[in-house]
């Protein structure tokens, strides 16, 4: 059969090159003080890691893991975590203090709001990242402003909003909106909490960086307690790539060289890791990102996660709508004695799908043999998100919109 837009692989031996970039930042210990602080949140409980046995047996491998982020907080996605972390540290360097000494209880006490005054925290989003600032600002007894770009689901607009935060729908990109949440800051004195990084502003998406780290502090911890001491793939979805090179870079850290398969994910309408992975320099996708993986849909790479993944990830694919809506359906419907598992378009579905596809289809045959992806491989991929749009969930897993065949 004969399938039009198909998956566009760069497959690298990554062992082979001198890495440069460093993962410092990144590192065991110093995630280990970000799930400290993760910790002291009244809201806080460890994520699910789902186990697909039947699905893993499908597809002739040993085993596959799904790190569920839907649970995160009752906020139904990851990127709290990195904006409840980024606005933390903030505030506590302007206590001249370290987080570690500071509970997230303290922070949003009357006495810290006397020493510091009031803030807003200003940010652009496709949804889930916004949700989380707004969320920790409003918590922290702060104010938050945030853009989306058009296309945005007045869904996710509404959600943030109901977090407390001023936000509205640009007449423009993802691009468009981070530059505006600039420009804003400078005339009025706000601070940018963005989970990207740019020449002069790079500290605070660090920090967003190092709040990902949580989520795989707590899957490695899960996976010990089914006696597997790491996955064999790992495959990442990526935006600008700041939660895939946070993931990354604590993989590097913590095995180096004999580190996870690593895989970086994105869709075909905002692919530019994808692209700079071809060219050898950072790309930026410009115009409309009409993908249904509107967390996703992000035309420049992050600044300080863009060396670790051109430096450590063994390769990079290139995918079409369908393949997330594949692994939606696939996560939504599970084979007898597996979980169910509610995932978005920019969730783990994305490398649910991806994997189906390369296991079943003989045109994928090369890229499941380079990967080595066999009976012995143990695949970890993270949902990062569960149906933050309704709506289009129920329009992808209900009635088949963005079919594969």
């Known amino acids: 059969m004969d399938y039009k837009n198909n998956i566009k692989a760069n497959l690298l031996d990554s062992r082979k090159v001198k890495p440069k970039a460093s993962v410092d930042f990144i590192s065991k210990d110093v ?36 790190k569920d982020e839907s649970y995160r907080f009752g906020l139904n996605a990851f990127k709290v975590l990195g904006g409840a972390y980024a606005v933390g540290k903030y505030l506590a360097d302007k206590l001249g203090m370290d987080i570690s000494e500071l509970s997230f209880e303290y922070l949003r006490s009357k006495e810290v709001k006397e020493k510091i005054g009031e803030i807003t925290f200003v940010t652009a989003t496709d949804g889930n990242h916004g949700r989380g600032v707004a969320w920790a600002a409003n918590q922290l007894g702060q104010k938050s402003v945030v853009y989306m770009p058009k296309g945005s689901s007045l869904t996710r607009l509404n959600n943030i ?28 004195g706000w601070v940018v909490i963005q989970d990207t ?4 502003y790079e500290e605070i998406p660090t920090w967003i960086m190092q709040g990902y780290g949580t989520i795989i502090y707590e899957a490695m911890e899960q996976l010990k307690e089914d006696g597997i001491e790491k996955p064999t793939h790992v495959f990442l979805q990526a935006g600008v790539g700041s939660f895939a ?18 895989i970086i994910m994105e869709p075909d309408d905002a692919n530019c890791i994808y692209l700079s992975s071809l ?12 993908t249904i993986m509107a ?16 430096d450590y990830a063994d390769g990079f694919l290139s995918l079409p709508d369908y393949v997330a809506a594949r692994g939606m359906r696939i996560l ?58 309704p709506d289009k969930y129920r329009e992808i897993v209900w009635d088949g919109d963005y079919c594969s065949l």
């Not at 993760?38 to 002739?60: I, M, R």
């Not at 909003?161 to 423009?172: C, F, L, Q, V």
């Not at 990084?197 to 002069?200: F, V």
């Open 31 to 66: 995630v280990k003080k970000v799930n400290e602080f993760h910790k002291g949140f009244s809201e806080y409980e460890v994520t699910p890691l789902h186990k697909l046995d039947a699905l893993a047996k499908n597809w002739g491998l040993k085993n596959i893991f799904v």
């Open 161 to 188: 909003r109901k977090e407390g935060a001023d936000a509205s729908i640009i007449d423009g990109n993802y691009e468009d909106a981070v530059k505006l949440s600039e420009e804003m800051a400078k005339k009025n």
């Open 197 to 200: 990084a740019w020449e002069g």
């Open 245 to 262: 090179g946070a993931i990354l870079g604590y993989l590097v850290d913590r095995f180096g060289e004999e580190r996870p398969t690593t």
């Open 279 to 290: 060219s050898g320099k950072r790309e930026i996708v410009e115009g409309d990102m009409p």
């Open 295 to 310: 967390g996703l849909a992000c035309g420049a790479p992050n600044t300080i996660s863009y060396d670790i993944l051109m």
């Open 332 to 389: 939504a419907s599970p084979l007898k004695g597996d979980p169910q598992v509610v995932s978005g378009e920019s969730g783990g579905a994305v490398g649910i799908g991806a994997v189906s596809l390369i296991m079943e289809r003989e045109e994928y045959k090369g890229i499941r043999e380079k990967l080595k992806l066999n009976e012995k491989s143990v695949v970890l991929v993270i949902s990062t998100e569960g149906d933050t749009d």
